[in-house]
């Protein structure tokens, strides 16, 4: 897939411009929204996500998948390990925290936030938008635990490489989403954050611990409770906590 970029300076939202975009005009799969600032960025449910001017990647790219609602998760997975790979092309090891928060070590480096157009039960557009901090390097408080490429290597890196590498792998794996075997399942179980190392976790009615043993095809998260009791949870059911 060849991608167009449109570097826009300021925007409050690469999310929300792609789509309105996409109600207004005929746009191209591949179309990415790059900004320099978002005044407005949004993270996963009610959060917000902070990027100051010129310093990450915020970005936000068309897809067209056709692919059955059954098989939504597997946006996740190729996006993640996307991410996963171009951070490992700048030597940083990263993990995939369920269901698709980035990790180095036991910080967040990269966001995203996958939104899905519907038709019957096919998946038509679908909007991903990438948050990856690259140079930033002081974050406001109330981040719980944000990391950069730069604070990891120690210097800056240059933002268009890292794009360019990101897109490519974009490119390469999403390739994959729509074959019946599809081997990123195995690959985004393995690159899984904690997998099989006992954790806190908070559901809705309790805190416990337990041990991650995978993630299901559908992105249900099956944990090992301590009573080893196997219990599956879907997005926002439960949340692991970092000590
Ligand atoms: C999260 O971890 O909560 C998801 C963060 C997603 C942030 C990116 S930045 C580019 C795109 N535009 C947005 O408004 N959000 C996503």
């Not at 990263?94 to 036991?106: H, L």
């Not at 490429?149 to 974009?170: F, S």
């Not at 805190?207 to 993630?215: A, D, E, P, R, Y």
Request: one cysteine or more; proline letters at 2%.
């Amino acid at each position: 897939m060849n991608y167009q970029v449109i570097y826009l300076e300021s925007i409050d939202s690469t999310n929300s411009y792609l789509k309105l975009l996409c109600r207004e005009d005929i746009i191209e799969e591949g179309t990415v929204i790059l900004a320099g600032y978002q005044s407005n960025g949004k993270g996963q449910g009610t959060s917000t996500w902070h990027s100051s001017q010129g310093m990450n990647i915020t970005m936000s790219v068309l897809f067209r998948p056709m692919i059955r609602v059954l098989g939504h998760f597997s946006l996740s997975e190729f996006i993640s390990l996307s991410i996963i790979d171009c951070l490992k092309h700048f030597g940083i090891n990263g993990a995939i925290k369920w269901p698709n928060d980035i990790y180095v070590e036991n910080k967040k480096i990269a966001g995203i936030l996958v939104e899905n157009s519907i038709v019957g039960d096919k998946i038509v557009q679908t909007v991903a938008g990438i948050g990856l901090n690259v140079n930033e390097r002081n974050f406001p408080e109330y981040i719980p635990n944000p990391v950069s490429m730069a604070m990891i290597l120690q210097r800056n890196i240059e933002i268009n490489k890292v794009l360019d590498v990101l897109t490519d792998n974009l490119s390469c794996k999403y390739e994959f989403i729509k074959q019946p075997g599809n081997i990123l399942h195995g690959q985004y179980n393995e690159k899984l954050f904690r997998r099989e190392i006992q954790c806190s976790f908070q559901s809705e009615n309790e805190k416990f611990q337990g041990t991650i043993l995978k993630v299901k095809k559908s992105g249900a998260l099956v944990i090992r409770k301590q009573d080893s009791e196997v219990c599956s949870y879907m997005h926002g059911e439960v949340k692991m906590v970092i000590d």
